[in-house]
Structures are given as structure tokens and as C-alpha cells.
């Protein structure tokens, strides 16, 4: 018998149900590569406990507009198991999420008492930030040490530009414009949303932004011949954040009098609150509000095809 290989997806993680708002939150609010509370290391754990009580009550509202839990780990599993079935029976597909379950010493135990001994690890960020990607990956290296040194892995954690990852994108992108009517989609106005970072990331050399930037390039390269800019989503807490925010630029396209828009969520590969609440729900509002007649959102890529193939190619060219 052939033996099994783990293909292993890293991201985020949310809650999965609206009691585990706050101690998600929690567990978000203590990781210091991704937010560095005022007090410092030994008082971080305090501080997050206070913030994650005081932010859910605010949060548990968006999560239950979507249905009451976050769809990230569903949609995550559905890409986990795409994948593996792409590349092969022995393939086995396991998820490990960052801030809720399944964590990497559930999923490292399982891989032990299974007997799987070598792993292929898939960051599902497509764009490099210590904050998010640096953070998943040593959250998974330092489980690793600690539960299943004996494990043989390799990470494949850069594909901003992978290019059919890009076609993908553009393939979302084109059924976005496809909702507008045909005599109007030459004056659709195109914003990429990413998630936002404290500058002080870019400042110290994430490469976040410049691939953000690239893939969006990419992708219009692909697409054709329309008018697009890129801001940057989920500003929230009192530190400079990267420019333009996306309900400036929404502003912006709005005041200039352009009334169709698509926006495409360009730093998730899935729906998750950030797409399903605050684009869906929050920006169409400040959109309509604005004078934007025409608002939509380009799908997510989730479980299409030519996503699953491009991270089956992907996997399989790292493998080579
Ligand atoms: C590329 C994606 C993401 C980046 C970059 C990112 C940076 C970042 N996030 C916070 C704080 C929060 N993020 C929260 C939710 C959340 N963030 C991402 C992705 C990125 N974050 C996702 C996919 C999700 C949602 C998961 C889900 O439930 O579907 C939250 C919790 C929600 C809220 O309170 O608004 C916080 C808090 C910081 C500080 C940061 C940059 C350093
Ligand atoms: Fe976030
Ligand atoms: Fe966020």
C-alpha cells in the first residue's frame, strides 16, 4: 500500500458558533505577531481578555448576520479536500486553523496516531505578512516541535503571483462584470479590497502591500480594459493604517459620479465576515448611500474549480 501524505491548509480560523466569538477573539488578541497590545508581553494576556469581552459584544452582531458562526473552516475544508483529491489517493486533507479549531496540536496528534509521517503545508494567505502567514506558520512549526518533531513537512507559503491562481481571480472578476447590464460595463469602476496592516508591517518590509498590488495587476491584465484601484479593508483600533481605506476610495468613486461598482475581496481566497458582513452589508450601505446606483461584489474563489486546480498545480510544481 501506498503511504499517506497530509496536505495541510493554514489559515485564520473563526468562530463556529456565537459563544465562540469571545474566546476567539481572545485567542486573536494574545498573538503578539499580529497585535502588539500597549502593555507589553508579560500584561498581553490581560489586556486581550479585556478587549476580546468588550469587542464581541460588538462582534457576536456581525457574526450573527451571517447565520451565527464564521464559514471560513467549512470552505477551508472544502478547498483542503479539492486539492488533495487532485493530487492523489494517498493524499489525506487536513485543515489547521490559527485562532479557533482545528489547531495544529489537534491535527498533529490525529497525524501521529494515524501513522502519516510526511505533510505537504498550504498557507491559504495569499499575500506575506509576519502578522498573518509568519504567524500561522510558527504557530505550526513550534506545535510541530513540541507533538511530532519526527514529522517530515515542507511549507509552500508565497503565491501572490502564481498564474493560475491569477486566472482564477480574473474568471471571478469577469462573472462580477457579468451582473452588469452589457451597456453599462464599460463604466463598471473596479476596487480590490485587501485586508488591512498597521504600516508600521510595510514599514519594517512585509512584502504584504507590493503583492497585493501585483496580484491585482495581474488579474486586470487578465481582465481587460477597465477602470481599478485597490484600498484596503478593516481599519479598526487607534494606529496608522495602510491608505487608502476602502470606504474612502468607496467615497471617492462615488463623489467623482461613477454609479456602477464591483469590489473584489483580493486577501481572502474564501467568504468569511469580512466579505459576507462588511462588504455585502456595511460598504453596499455607504455605497447606495454615496450615489453608487449599481453595487456588487465579485464571488469568492471558495471551491470553484479553476481554484482547486491552480492549488493542485501549485503543490504539485513545489513538488517537482
Ligand atoms: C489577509 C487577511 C488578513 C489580514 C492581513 C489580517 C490582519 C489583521 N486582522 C486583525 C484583527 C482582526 N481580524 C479579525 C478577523 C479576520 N481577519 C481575517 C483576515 C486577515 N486579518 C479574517 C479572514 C478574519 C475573519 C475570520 C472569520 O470569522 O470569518 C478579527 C475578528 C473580527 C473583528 O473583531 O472584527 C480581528 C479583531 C489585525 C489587528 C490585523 C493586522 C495586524
Ligand atoms: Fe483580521
Ligand atoms: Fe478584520
Redesign the pocket.
Known sequence: MESKHALILLN????DSLEAVRPF?YN?FCDRE??QLPAGAVLQKPFARLISYF?AKK?VENYRAIGGK???LEWTQKQAEGVAERLGDEVVPCVVMRYWHPFAAEVLTQLKADGITSATVLSM?P?Y?G??TGSSVNDFKRTVAQIYPELEYRVIEQWHDWPLYLDSLANRVREGLETFHELMRDDVQILFSA?A??QK?IDRGDP?QQQVEETAKGVMERVGNYAWSIAYQ?R??PVKWMEPGTEEEITRIAAAGHQSLLMVPI??VSD???TLEEIDMEYRELAVSSGVVNFCRAPSLNDNDDFLDAMAALVQSARA
Open positions: 485564520m480560523g473563526g468562530p477573539l486573536l499580529l497585535i469587542r462582534v464564521s464559514p471560513l494567505y499575500h505578512t502578522a498573518t485586508h496592516l498597521p508591517f504584504y478593516s479598526s483600533g486577501s481572502f468569511h465576515i469580512e
